[in-house]
């Protein structure tokens, strides 16, 4: 172990005494020998970030990848540490080492883009309901309860509570429980309304199907609404089949024509 690195714990079992190689470092230039104590001072403190990175190993991250974060933070504290503060390299390195973490799933965790204050919101709400949950038996807490004891607003919780599965994303393909031999998520998704279209089409020549002549309007809702043939509209109206048929054509162009003019740029 290298000079004034002390292999002797203090509050934890993974603790050393460096105060006195910290105070060794700072006055030491760079070069080979202040890499060494640096070095040293990192590893016998590691012990300490990787019981910090075991807090976190319930969320859903691999131990290895988060005991990696954690060392990152612990290199950054041992840089960032001045010793003549006074204040213990303990209590600066646990608050920074911890920060390293939670901007790693802040970061790279969460499958959806969530603002910083949504997920501050979140873990908020779920620690609120962790706790409740040793206290309120038999039924889950309800949105006032988590309100009241985390002092959050009703709509901050509801927000909260949206946010918790906005952690991870399902797979349109994974399987969703109910239905004979189960179905997936994509299932249950569905598709694009072709009478949407046509209601957008009705409603661009609503307008200008009112401004034809009465004769007109009646023959267009007796071949397109009524379903009659052009024989049988020339029945009811005494006309020939073939003036029907030039009425429809002529009115359809004419429709057709302003509705362009209409939505031309």
Known sequence: MPTHVSARHRPHNDSPDTAEAFRELAALPPGQRRDTLRDGIVEAWLPMAHRIACRFRSRGENLDDLRQVAALGLVKAVDRYDPERGKAFES??????????????????????????????????????????????????????????????????????????????????????????????IDALGSPDPALDMVVDREAVKHRLAALPERERAILYMRFFGDMTQSRIAEQLGISQMHVSRLISRCCGRVREQVMKDVAP
Do not use: C
């Open 92 to 185: 600066y390195a646990v608050p920074t080492i911890t920060g390293e973490i939670k901007r790693h799933f802040r970061d790279h965790m969460w499958t959806l883009h969530v603002p910083r204050r949504v997920q501050d919101l979140r873990n908020r709400v779920r620690f609120a309901g962790q706790d409740l949950a040793q206290t309120v038996s038999g039924r889950r807490p309800t949105v006032a309860d988590i309100a009241q004891h985390a002092n959050m607003t009703e709509e901050e919780v509801r927000i909260g509570l949206e946010a918790l599965d906005s952690f991870t994303a399902l797979s349109l393909d994974a399987d969703l429980p109910g239905g004979e031999g189960g179905y997936s998520l």
